[in-house]
Nanobody, 124 residues
Framework: QVQLVESGGGLVQAGGSLRLSCAAS????????MDWYRQAPGKQRELVAA???????NYRDSVKDRFTISRDNAKNTVYLQMNSLKPEDTAVYYC??????????????????WGQGTQVTVSS
């Protein structure tokens, strides 16, 4: 009953910006790490940026100083602000989160959830 819904993808020219959003909904007790991954055609899915529940962030080298990950814990939402976009950033971007839900016995369990993906295309 937990869903991650992404929005904000699209087509942009090189040098442009996009902001991705991912909102978690459902029977959520708490959310630990939230991440953005991407997968380009013919390539493996790769981690782009990660943020802990406390706000610590980590980025892959190729997006450092261009992308910013943030989260709004009150809204169960994670964002990815992408600036100075390059054609090599073209990919399907996926939101991922480690979400804690309570069992019927009120015991907490952490599960891994993925969004459906949103296409980002950067033209040269």
């Amino acid at each position: 009953q937990v869903q991650l819904v992404e929005s904000g993808g699209g087509l942009v020219q090189a040098g442009g910006s996009l902001r991705l959003s991912c909102a978690a909904s459902g029977s959520i007790f708490s959310i630990n790490g939230m991440d953005w991954y991407r997968q380009a055609p013919g390539k493996q899915r790769e981690l782009v940026a990660a943020i802990t529940s406390g706000g610590n962030t980590n980025y892959r080298d190729s997006v450092k100083d261009r992308f910013t990950i943030s989260r709004d814990n009150a809204k169960n939402t994670v964002y990815l602000q992408m600036n100075s976009l390059k054609p090599e950033d073209t990919a399907v971007y996926y939101c991922h989160a480690n979400i804690v839900i309570l069992s019927s016995s009120n015991l907490p369990y952490e599960y891994s959830y993925w969004g459906q993906g949103t296409q980002v295309t950067v033209s040269s």
